[in-house]
């Protein structure tokens, strides 16, 4: 039986390999037709296009890996159900536990390699392409608003007058530098200390400065309003300002990578920060426990596509189980995204949010697995 796992493995492998390397050339293509448009702008040519897409490649592999599987899984057992080898093998002593096994520790690397790209390889080349096209386009972030980014940066433990601090930013540049910021700055009692306009902000270290770590910002172009206690106005200029904040570079990353995109523990850290200055964290909260099941997927696709090998050729052709495998892969894709915009609108748990679509796909093979071993 060891043999015939064997043997199983490798054709899934194959087949699952074939398909993921189809969807990501498929998806890399469509990417490519949607930049055509924005080549020419800045410095955006055709090679900044293709490197652009050559380093989103990682993160389609990762979200087509489940749908990969399924579908690979599909065609494979399928395959061996129309030759009548899986039938052999079950006549041989193959029993659904050994099958089972064999759907573990087949599925045991691809789940490793979806979590090792989730947190490795996604974060690091999702960045990279966001900032190479940010720089040729000459834009400032990849989420412009009207309004620019409001952020709260609360700063307990940190020696100062300055508690608390609500900083507007019209961008925030691929370097790490912060564009058009309006800081207003309160004490302890929420009075308004100062309003500080700068240029920009440049990061320059992270100290730590009793419990907590701070980080330090050169502000250049500064004006300052100081408004005393007896409310008398003065203006003051300066070329440049150090500020010292609970903000970080990883934090203000969230500005030009979408939470999709960061890896779990940059997304827990994120979590952290906006909670600490009650702010909404759902979103991101979600997105990490996205990231925390996602990987689990793998091995429920394998599972969904397990019941094929156990129906004959008269139960249906090769190509219609892949066809239903692929319409099984898209209704999953499509519940991630329905789940996740529902849990967002009606403030669900973010880890009951995550879990439902790999659980309810779970369910659909286990209640088909129970169904063919019955027939």
Not at 73 to 84: D, Q, V
Not at 156 to 169: F, K, S, Y
Not at 170 to 197: C, H, K, M, N, T
Not at 315 to 321: A, E, R
Request: proline share 5%; charged share 20%; aromatic share 10%.
């Amino acid at each position: 039986m060891r043999t015939f796992s064997r043997y199983l493995a490798r054709g899934m492998y194959g087949r699952i390999g074939f398909v993921l390397l189809g969807f990501v050339a498929l998806f890399a293509l469509f990417d490519f037709v949607s930049e055509l448009e924005e080549i020419g702008r800045g410095d955006y040519r055709m090679v900044g296009a293709l490197q652009f897409i050559m380093l989103r490649l990682p993160a389609m592999a990762y979200e087509l890996l489940p749908i990969a599987c399924l579908i690979g899984g599909l065609w494979a057992l399928a395959g061996l159900a129309a030759t009548s080898e899986f039938t052999v093998a079950r006549a041989s002593g193959f029993r659904p536990v050994d099958a089972l096994r064999t759907i573990g520790w087949t599925g045991l690397p691809l789940v490793l390699a979806c979590a090792l790209l989730s947190e490795l390889v996604v974060p690091v080349s999702e960045n990279l392409a966001t900032r190479l096209r940010a720089e040729a386009l000459g834009s400032a972030s990849a989420q412009s608003l009207r309004s620019g980014f409001w952020l709260r940066d609360a700063l307990p433990g940190i020696p100062g007058a300055v508690r608390e601090r609500m900083i507007n930013l019209s961008g925030a540049s691929p370097d790490q530098r912060l564009l058009g910021l309006v800081i207003y700055e309160f004490d302890a009692d929420r009075r308004l200390l100062r309003v500080v306009r700068a240029e920009s902000a440049q990061f320059e270290s992270i100290t730590t400065l009793g419990p907590v770590d701070a980080s330090n910002w050169e502000l250049r172009g500064v004006r300052i309003l100081e408004i005393g206690r007896n409310e008398t106005v003065r203006k003051v200029v300066e070329p440049s300002r150090r500020m010292v904040s609970g903000l970080s570079p990883t934090t203000l990353g969230a500005l030009l990578v979408k939470p999709d995109q960061m890896s779990a523990r940059d997304l827990l850290q994120y979590t952290g920060y906006l909670k600490s200055g009650r702010q909404s964290s759902a979103r991101y909260e979600l997105a990490f426990w996205k990231k925390v099941f996602y990987p689990v997927a793998v091995w429920i696709m394998l599972l969904l596509a397990l019941p094929a090998a156990y129906l004959l050729s008269r139960g249906g052709t090769v190509g219609l189980k892949v066809f239903v495998g692929v319409l099984l892969g898209v209704a999953f894709h499509l519940l991630n995204s329905l789940f996740s915009h529902l849990g967002i609108l009606n403030a669900w748990p973010a880890p009951l949010v995550a879990v439902i679509p790999s659980g309810l796909a779970l369910l659909l093979a286990l209640a088909m697995l129970a169904r063919v071993q019955r027939g």
